[in-house]
C-alpha cells in the first residue's frame, strides 16, 4: 500500500506570494490533518479534514486554508507568504474507524520563504 | 491533553536496550499515552500507544506505572537507524480531537556503534 504522499518536496517562495501543498492520503484513508514544523516552535496542528469538512483548527491564522476533495486528496493553502512561515509541511492520514488514532505522516514539503 | 515531560537527549549503545522516560503526571483517567518518532527529513512514524497496561509489539514496548503518572518506551536491541526524536503524547482516544496530536520537543536519541 503506498504511503502519504506529498508534493512538492521542496518549494522555494518570495514573500508577499502564496503556495498550494498537495496531500494524497493512504488508500481508504479518509481523514488527513496537517501540521506545520519550525525549529522554535517544533510540530504545530494546522487543521483536519473529513469526508471534505474541516472538523479541527489549530491556532494560525486565516492566511492558513485547506480543503479536501471527495477521492480524500487534500490541499492546504497559505497566502500573503511570510518569512515565518518557512517551515517543513506535514500532512497525516488516519484509518477509519471510531478511535482509530494512528497517524500516518507523509515526508512533508519544505517551504523556503525569501 | 495532559502536558508531558522528556529529557532533551538520550544515548544508546547499539544492540542495548534503549529506555526512554516520560512523565505525564497530570494525566486523566481517559487519556491515553502516545509514542511517535521522527526520523531526520521524514514525518513522524507512529510506535505504540497504551491507557494502563504494559503494551508490545513489532517495534517496541511501553510501560506504564501503576499510578499512569509516567511511561518508558523501550526499544528492546537499539539499531543505528533508531536514531530519531522520540515523542511521547498524551491524549483521549477519539473525542472531537479530530487528528490532532500535541507534540512537545521530544528525546534526541543518538544510537552509537
Known amino acids: 500500500k503506498a504511503g502519504v504522499t506529498q508534493t512538492p518536496r521542496y518549494l522555494i517562495k518570495t514573500r508577499g506570494q502564496q503556495v498550494t501543498l498537495s496531500c494524497s492520503p493512504i488508500s481508504g484513508h479518509r481523514s488527513v490533518s496537517w501540521y506545520q514544523q519550525t525549529p522554535g516552535q517544533g510540530l504545530q496542528f494546522l487543521f483536519e479534514y473529513f469526508s471534505e469538512t474541516q472538523r479541527n483548527k489549530g491556532n494560525f491564522p486565516g492566511r492558513f486554508s485547506g480543503r479536501q476533495f471527495s477521492n480524500s486528496r487534500s490541499e492546504m493553502n497559505v497566502s500573503t507568504l511570510e518569512l515565518g512561515d518557512s517551515a517543513l509541511y506535514l500532512c497525516a492520514s488516519r484509518p477509519p474507524g471510531q478511535g482509530s488514532e494512528k497517524l500516518f505522516f507523509g515526508s512533508g514539503t519544505q517551504l523556503s520563504v525569501l | 491533553d495532559a502536558k508531558t515531560t522528556q529529557p532533551t537527549s538520550m544515548d544508546c549503545a547499539e544492540g542495548r536496550a534503549a529506555n526512554l522516560p516520560c512523565n505525564h503526571s497530570t494525566i486523566s483517567g481517559n487519556e491515553y499515552v502516545y509514542w511517535y518518532r521522527q526520523i531526520h527529513s521524514q514525518g513522524p512514524q507512529y510506535i505504540i500507544h497504551?491507557?494502563?497496561n504494559n503494551e508490545t509489539n513489532e517495534m517496541a514496548s511501553l510501560i506504564i506505572t501503576e499510578d499512569r503518572k509516567s511511561s518508558t518506551l523501550i526499544l528492546p536491541h537499539a539499531t543505528l537507524r533508531d536514531t530519531a526524536v522520540y515523542y511521547c503524547?498524551?491524549?483521549?482516544?477519539?473525542?472531537?480531537?479530530?487528528?490532532?496530536?500535541?507534540f512537545g520537543q521530544g528525546t534526541i536519541l543518538t544510537v552509537h556503534p
Open positions: 503524547i498524551v491524549r483521549v482516544l477519539g473525542g472531537t480531537s479530530y487528528g490532532k496530536l500535541t
Open positions: 497504551g491507557l494502563k
